[in-house]
C-alpha cells in the first residue's frame, strides 16, 4: 500500500510541477532508458509470465522517470546556485568535479554496501529480529528490478525527501528531517519488527542524506548504484559457474564509475562548465530570484526615504503611515521646518513600482529638502520640484503631491496640490474636502500652481490619503470610496492623532476583508487639539 500511495503522490507532484513550468526530464529520461537497459525477464518463463514481466518493467521504467524528474527539479529549484555534474557528464564535458563526485560516490556505495551487509547480519545476530529480504537479491538482473533500477530509485527518494524538507524547515533541520522521515514512510531494507526496521533505514538514509547534501547528487546516485552492485559483483565473483553474465554486469559497472571517475580528474575544468545551460525552469527561478532580491533592496531604500521619526510640535498632534501593497511602493510624505518657523507637510505618490519610481521618490524628497524655505510658498515650490522632475530627461513616471505650509502659533496655513487627493478638514460639526486642483508633476503640458489659505483652529483635524485608500476594493469590486472616508473622520475627529491614523486602517482592512489591496495606502493625520480631546 504505500507504494501504491507514493506512486499517487509522484504522479500529482510531476503534474504539478508540470503544469507550473518547473519541471526538468531530461537526465530523468536518460536514467530510466539506462535502467531498463539492465532489466530482463527471466528465461524460463511462459508466455504468460513473461508478459506480466513486461508489464512490471514498464511499471518500474514510468515510475523511475517521474520519480527522478520530480527529485532533480525540487532540488535543482532549492537554490540559485545549485548545479549537478550530470549535466556535463550528459554533454560528454565531464571534468575533475565530475571526477571527484563519482570516485567520492563509488567510496560511499562501497562502504554503505558494507554497512548494509553488516545491518543484516545484526538482524541475524539479535534475538526476536531477522531479515525480510535476502541480502543479494537473485537473479542478479530481474524484470522489475537490478542494481542500476534500484539505486536510481533509491537517490531519487533521498533527494526528493530533501528538498521536501529544505523547503520547510531551516537548513540544518532538514536533512536529519528528511532522512527521519524516509525511514518511517520508506524504510529500507526490510527487516523484521518495523521499530528495527526504521532504524537500519535511518542509519542508511542518512548517511545517503548526507552525501547528497556533502556532494551533490551525482555523488549520491554513484554511491546508491554502487550499494547495490558491490555486493552482488563479489558474491557473482564465488559463484562464476552459474552467475558470470550477473558478474559481468555489477563487476564492468563499478569498473566504469571508477574509470570516468579518473577520466575526468585528468581533464582541463574549464571544459567541464562551458556551454551548459540549466533548464529554463532554473534560468526563469534564477531570475525571479534576482527580482525579489532586487525589489528587497528597493523597499529599503524606499522605507529609508520616510520619516525615521515624527516631529514633535507644540500645540499639535501628527501621526503617520504607510502601508505597502508590494515590496516596493511610490507613497512618500516627509515632515520639514524653515527658518521663519513654518512646519510644512508633504504627502505624495509616485506612479509605478520599481527603480524608476524610487528614482523619482528620491528625486521628490531631495528638492523638498533644498527647496522648502527662503520665503517660498506650497504653489512656488510645486512648480520647481515640477522643472526638477522634467529635467531628468522622458520618463513614464509622474508623482502627486500636497504641501502644506503650516504657522503653528496661529493654525494659519497655506495648501498647493499637484493631482494628488485632496485632504479632509474636520472642523467643528463638519468634515469638508479641501478641494485645490493641480496637475501631476514631471509630465504633461507645462502648468502652475496655486496656494490656498485655510486655518486649523482648536479641535480640528486634517487628514491627507494615497489613492490607495479610496480606491481599495473588497471581494466584489467595491471601492472604499470617499464618503466613506468622510464619515470615519466624522465620527472620530475628536480622537487623538494616533487614534484617527488607526480608526482609519481598521475601517480600511474591514472593507477589504481577505482581499489584498493593490497599491500602498498612507495617511497622514494632523491634529490640534482644543485641550478636551
Same mark, same amino acid.
Given at each position: 500500500?504505500? /507504494?501504491? !500511495? $507514493?506512486? #499517487?503522490?509522484?504522479?500529482?507532484?510531476?503534474?504539478? @510541477?508540470? =503544469?507550473?513550468?518547473? %519541471?526538468? *526530464?531530461?537526465?530523468?529520461?536518460?536514467?530510466?532508458?539506462?535502467?531498463?537497459?539492465?532489466?530482463?525477464?527471466?528465461?524460463?518463463?511462459?508466455?504468460?509470465?513473461?508478459?506480466?514481466?513486461?508489464?512490471?518493467?514498464?511499471?518500474?521504467?514510468?515510475?523511475?522517470?517521474?520519480?527522478?524528474?520530480?527529485?532533480?527539479?525540487?532540488?535543482?529549484?532549492?537554490?540559485?546556485?545549485?548545479?549537478?555534474?550530470?549535466?556535463?557528464?550528459?554533454?560528454?564535458?565531464?571534468?575533475?568535479?565530475?571526477?571527484?563526485?563519482?570516485?567520492?560516490?563509488?567510496?560511499?556505495?562501497?562502504?554503505?554496501?558494507?554497512?548494509?551487509?553488516?545491518?543484516?547480519?545484526?538482524?541475524?545476530?539479535?534475538?526476536?529480529?531477522?531479515?525480510?529480504?535476502?541480502?543479494?537479491?537473485?537473479?542478479?538482473?530481474?524484470?522489475?528490478? /537490478?542494481? !542500476? $533500477?534500484? #539505486?536510481?530509485?533509491?537517490?531519487?527518494?533521498?533527494? @526528493?525527501? =530533501?528538498?521536501?524538507? %529544505?523547503? *520547510?524547515?531551516?537548513?540544518?533541520?532538514?536533512?536529519?528531517?528528511?532522512?527521519?522521515?524516509?525511514?518511517?514512510?520508506?524504510?529500507?531494507?526490510?527487516?523484521?519488527?518495523?521499530?528495527?526496521?526504521?532504524?537500519?533505514?535511518?542509519?542508511?538514509?542518512?548517511?545517503?542524506?548526507?552525501?547528497?547534501?556533502?556532494?551533490?547528487?551525482?555523488?549520491?546516485?554513484?554511491?546508491?548504484?554502487?550499494?547495490?552492485?558491490?555486493?552482488?559483483?563479489?558474491?557473482?565473483?564465488?559463484?562464476?559457474?552459474?552467475?558470470?553474465?550477473?558478474?559481468?554486469?555489477?563487476?564492468?559497472?563499478?569498473?566504469?564509475?571508477?574509470?570516468?571517475?579518473?577520466?575526468?580528474?585528468?581533464?582541463?575544468?574549464?571544459?567541464?562548465?562551458?556551454?551548459?545551460?540549466?533548464?529554463?525552469?532554473?534560468?526563469?527561478?534564477?531570475?525571479?530570484?534576482?527580482?525579489?532580491?532586487?525589489?528587497?533592496?528597493?523597499?529599503?531604500?524606499?522605507?529609508? =526615504?520616510?520619516?525615521?521619526?515624527?516631529?514633535?510640535?507644540?500645540?499639535?498632534?501628527?501621526?503617520?503611515?504607510?502601508?505597502?501593497?508590494?515590496?516596493?511602493?511610490?507613497?512618500?510624505?516627509?515632515?520639514?521646518?524653515?527658518?521663519?518657523?513654518?512646519?510644512?507637510?508633504?504627502?505624495?505618490?509616485?506612479?509605478?513600482?520599481?527603480?524608476?519610481?524610487?528614482?523619482?521618490?528620491?528625486?521628490?524628497?531631495?528638492?523638498?529638502?533644498?527647496?522648502?524655505?527662503?520665503?517660498?510658498?506650497?504653489?512656488?515650490?510645486?512648480?520647481?520640484?515640477?522643472?526638477?522632475?522634467?529635467?531628468?530627461?522622458?520618463?513614464?513616471?509622474?508623482?502627486?503631491?500636497?504641501?502644506?505650509?503650516?504657522?503653528?502659533?496661529?493654525?494659519?496655513?497655506?495648501?498647493?496640490?499637484?493631482?494628488?487627493?485632496?485632504?479632509?478638514?474636520?472642523?467643528?460639526?463638519?468634515?469638508?474636502?479641501?478641494?485645490?486642483?493641480?496637475?501631476?508633476?514631471?509630465?504633461?503640458?507645462?502648468?502652475?500652481?496655486?496656494?490656498?489659505?485655510?486655518?486649523?483652529?482648536?479641535?480640528?483635524?486634517?487628514?491627507?490619503?494615497?489613492?490607495?485608500?479610496?480606491?481599495?476594493?473588497?471581494?466584489?469590486?467595491?471601492?472604499?470610496?470617499?464618503?466613506?472616508?468622510?464619515?470615519?473622520?466624522?465620527?472620530?475627529?475628536?480622537?487623538?492623532?494616533?487614534?484617527?491614523?488607526?480608526?482609519?486602517?481598521?475601517?480600511?482592512?474591514?472593507?477589504?476583508?481577505?482581499?489584498?489591496?493593490?497599491?500602498?495606502?498612507?495617511?497622514?493625520?494632523?491634529?490640534?487639539?482644543?485641550?478636551?480631546?
Amino acid at each position: 500500500w504505500r /507504494s501504491l !500511495v $507514493a506512486f #499517487g503522490l509522484i504522479v500529482v507532484l510531476f503534474l504539478g @510541477l508540470l =503544469l507550473k513550468s518547473r %519541471l526538468s *526530464v531530461i537526465n530523468g529520461a536518460l536514467l530510466a532508458l539506462a535502467a531498463l537497459a539492465s532489466l530482463r525477464p527471466i528465461p524460463d518463463m511462459t508466455l504468460a509470465t513473461r508478459g506480466s514481466a513486461l508489464w512490471a518493467t514498464g511499471e518500474t521504467v514510468v515510475w523511475l522517470f517521474l520519480l527522478w524528474s520530480s527529485a532533480e527539479s525540487m532540488l535543482r529549484a532549492t537554490g540559485p546556485d545549485f548545479t549537478t555534474s550530470l549535466d556535463a557528464l550528459r554533454a560528454g564535458r565531464l571534468g575533475p568535479r565530475g571526477g571527484r563526485s563519482l570516485l567520492l560516490g563509488f567510496a560511499c556505495g562501497t562502504g554503505l554496501a558494507g554497512l548494509r551487509l553488516g545491518l543484516f547480519s545484526l538482524a541475524e545476530a539479535l534475538p526476536g529480529v531477522w531479515a525480510e529480504e535476502p541480502s543479494v537479491p537473485l537473479p542478479v538482473f530481474g524484470s522489475y528490478y /537490478s542494481p !542500476v $533500477a534500484d #539505486g536510481i530509485a533509491l537517490a531519487a527518494l533521498v533527494a @526528493l525527501a =530533501l528538498a521536501f524538507a %529544505l523547503r *520547510v524547515l531551516p537548513a540544518r533541520w532538514a536533512p536529519v528531517a528528511s532522512a527521519l522521515a524516509l525511514a518511517i514512510l520508506l524504510p529500507h531494507p526490510q527487516i523484521h519488527p518495523y521499530a528495527a526496521e526504521v532504524a537500519a533505514s535511518a542509519v542508511l538514509v542518512g548517511v545517503l542524506t548526507w552525501v547528497c547534501q556533502r556532494h551533490g547528487l551525482t555523488a549520491l546516485l554513484t554511491a546508491t548504484i554502487v550499494s547495490f552492485s558491490a555486493p552482488l559483483a563479489l558474491f557473482s565473483f564465488q559463484h562464476l559457474d552459474w552467475l558470470e553474465g550477473g558478474f559481468a554486469g555489477t563487476a564492468g559497472l563499478c569498473a566504469a564509475v571508477v574509470l570516468l571517475g579518473f577520466v575526468g580528474l585528468s581533464r582541463s575544468p574549464a571544459g567541464e562548465v562551458e556551454r551548459l545551460t540549466p533548464p529554463a525552469f532554473v534560468r526563469h527561478l534564477d531570475e525571479e530570484r534576482r527580482l525579489r532580491h532586487e525589489m528587497t533592496l528597493l523597499a529599503r531604500m524606499q522605507r529609508g =526615504l520616510l520619516p525615521r521619526k515624527l516631529p514633535q510640535l507644540a500645540g499639535y498632534e501628527i501621526a503617520a503611515r504607510s502601508v505597502l501593497a508590494s515590496e516596493a511602493g511610490g507613497d512618500l510624505y516627509d515632515f520639514l521646518e524653515d527658518d521663519e518657523g513654518h512646519l510644512w507637510i508633504a504627502a505624495g505618490d509616485v506612479a509605478g513600482h520599481g527603480y524608476s519610481c524610487a528614482v523619482t521618490q528620491a528625486m521628490t524628497k531631495a528638492a523638498l529638502a533644498s527647496l522648502i524655505g527662503r520665503l517660498r510658498t506650497p504653489a512656488e515650490i510645486l512648480q520647481r520640484i515640477d522643472q526638477v522632475l522634467r529635467a531628468a530627461g522622458p520618463t513614464r513616471t509622474f508623482a502627486t503631491l500636497a504641501l502644506l505650509r503650516l504657522r503653528p502659533e496661529t493654525g494659519e496655513a497655506v495648501l498647493a496640490n499637484a493631482g494628488h487627493p485632496f485632504p479632509l478638514l474636520a472642523a467643528g460639526d463638519e468634515v469638508t474636502e479641501v478641494a485645490v486642483p493641480g496637475l501631476p508633476l514631471g509630465k504633461g503640458p507645462g502648468r502652475r500652481y496655486v496656494d490656498v489659505p485655510l486655518v486649523l483652529p482648536p479641535g480640528s483635524a486634517l487628514v491627507f490619503f494615497s489613492d490607495g485608500l479610496f480606491e481599495a476594493a473588497d471581494a466584489k469590486g467595491t471601492a472604499y470610496g470617499d464618503e466613506r472616508a468622510r464619515k470615519v473622520l466624522r465620527r472620530t475627529a475628536q480622537r487623538t492623532a494616533e487614534r484617527i491614523l488607526e480608526a482609519f486602517f481598521v475601517d480600511w482592512r474591514r472593507h477589504l476583508r481577505t482581499t489584498q489591496a493593490l497599491d500602498d495606502t498612507t495617511l497622514v493625520v494632523l491634529k490640534r487639539p482644543d485641550g478636551r480631546s
